[in-house]
Nanobody, 115 residues
């Protein structure tokens, strides 16, 4: 089991940057997959980026080249650096950890991008 707490969301103008953090209640070094997802207003939750324990990453096409996912195992923290933010990036961002085939989710953090 793990508890995940996201932070770093807020209101930012288009073109700006934010860094989201997801702090875990236990060591993440052995967690094979962690990721960021988002739910835009009126839409279903979608994958933004994932990272394996080996550091392999994968991104949604809509964020490739703008967002960077990383993990700091020493701090038990997952990050999402978001640059070049667009209005369509607005939504609630969630982090997820997959442990023994079970999904664990944080409560989410709101990101609002204004024009």
């Amino acid at each position: 089991q793990v508890q995940l707490v996201e932070s770093g969301g807020g209101l930012v103008q288009a073109g700006g940057s934010l860094r989201l953090s997801c702090t875990a209640s236990r060591s993440i070094a052995s967690i094979l997959a962690m990721g960021w997802y988002r739910r835009a207003p009126g839409k279903q939750r979608e994958l933004v980026a994932i990272i394996s324990s080996a550091g392999r990453t994968n991104y949604a096409d809509s964020v490739t080249g703008r967002f960077t996912i990383s993990r700091d195992n020493a701090k038990n923290t997952l990050y999402l650096q978001m640059n070049g933010l667009k209005e369509e990036d607005t939504g609630v961002y969630f982090c997820k950890a997959v442990i023994r085939l079970l999904d664990y989710w944080g409560q989410g953090t709101q990101v609002t991008v204004s024009s």
